[in-house]
């Protein structure tokens, strides 16, 4: 079975552009978190979508957003970037939502984004 | 929150070395995690253990929650094992993972 997938793995923005990054979870999974981890830290909680709605946010400005959709992929999307988003961005997948009984995570390879 | 605080925060080892990282919570947490993450960035899932002991080949783990603390055994130490270990947690009502400060293991030839 495939794990978490995401796309691209490598992208490179100019300032105040717009970047998509995509994740498809493990197959039967049905929640997808989103996570930033800047250089000589650990991930930093974005969102998390479980069937479709979203079930947390972390304290990220309204210019990070995301969706869920019918096949619980999801979308990540930050609008007006910065020089600051560049960062690591992982997408983990699970059974439900975390934080729930019995709920591991398992990410994805990453996206690097790079903003010039 | 809670506060999640690994030690050490630098590990350097000979090959074939043993060690034994720490993550401390400063309350009880659910669905404790260990990962690995290698040079390239992947997050590679260790142990998924909120209480107990599991083993996988030459690493195990062990979680006491009511002492508040998770702790991470690597024996017979691999070059492959460098990167940073991170413990991270979720909460009943909180959804989402909590990492903690990370342990950066180097294993020398």
């Known amino acids: 079975d495939a794990g978490v997938t995401q796309s691209p793995t490598h992208l490179i923005k100019t300032r105040g552009q717009h970047v998509t990054l995509r994740c498809s979870p493990i197959?039967?999974?049905?929640?997808v978190s989103w996570y930033q981890q800047v250089l000589g830290q650990g991930p930093q909680f974005i969102f998390q979508?479980?069937?479709?709605?979203?079930?947390g946010r972390g304290n990220f400005p309204d210019r990070f957003s995301a969706r869920q959709f019918p096949n619980y992929s999801s979308e990540l999307n930050v609008n007006a970037l910065l020089l600051g988003d560049s960062a690591l961005y992982l997408c983990?997948?699970?059974?439900?939502?975390?934080?729930?009984?019995?709920?591991?995570?398992?990410f994805g390879q990453g996206t690097r984004l790079t903003v010039v | 929150g809670i506060q999640v605080e690994q030690s050490p925060p630098d590990l350097i080892l000979q090959e074939g070395a043993n060690s034994t990282l720490r993550c401390n919570f400063s309350d009880s947490v659910n669905n404790l995690q260990w990962f690995h993450q290698n040079p390239w960035g992947q997050l590679i899932n260790l142990f998924y253990?909120?209480?107990g002991t599991k083993q996988n080949g030459r690493l195990s783990a062990t979680t006491v929650a009511t002492e508040r603390y998770s702790l991470l055994y690597i024996s017979s130490s691999q070059t492959t094992d460098s990167g940073v270990y991170f413990c991270a947690y979720s909460l009943f009502g909180n959804e989402k993972l909590t990492f903690g400060t990370g342990t950066r293991l180097t294993i020398i030839p």
């Open positions: 197959s039967g999974h049905k929640s």
């Open positions: 983990a997948s699970s059974l439900g939502p975390l934080g729930g009984m019995n709920t591991e995570a398992f």
């Open positions: 979508y479980y069937e479709k709605e979203e079930r």
């Open positions: 253990i909120p209480s």
